[in-house]
């Protein structure tokens, strides 16, 4: 799987699941997944970067997501239950 992704209104979705889509100057590509790793990045797909520790089932997370010019990180907030 290709390491690139966007976020589309609020959705995490990764290239492969894009095998048309329509590029910045308007045209319909088929096998928009397949485009070379320079156009994708034009077009704003960026890798994912996942920070923080993986869930535990002992404990409850939210994910959440920041996007900066270059890459989008998936980071982890500890829920903890009130009256703790």
């Known amino acids: 799987m290709r390491n690139y992704w966007k976020l589309i209104n609020g959705k995490l979705v990764n290239i492969e699941e894009m095998k048309t889509g329509t590029l910045k100057n308007g045209y319909t590509v088929s ?20 920070e923080g520790p993986e869930p535990t089932e002992d404990s409850t ?5 920041e996007e900066t010019e270059t890459e989008i990180r998936k980071k982890y907030k500890l829920i903890i239950p009130e009256g703790v």
Do not use: R, S
């Not at 096998?31 to 996942?50: C, R, S």
């Open 31 to 50: 096998g928009y997944y397949a485009l070379p790793t320079d156009i994708l990045q034009n077009e704003g797909w960026k890798p994912l970067v996942i």
């Open 61 to 65: 997370y939210e994910v959440y997501y």
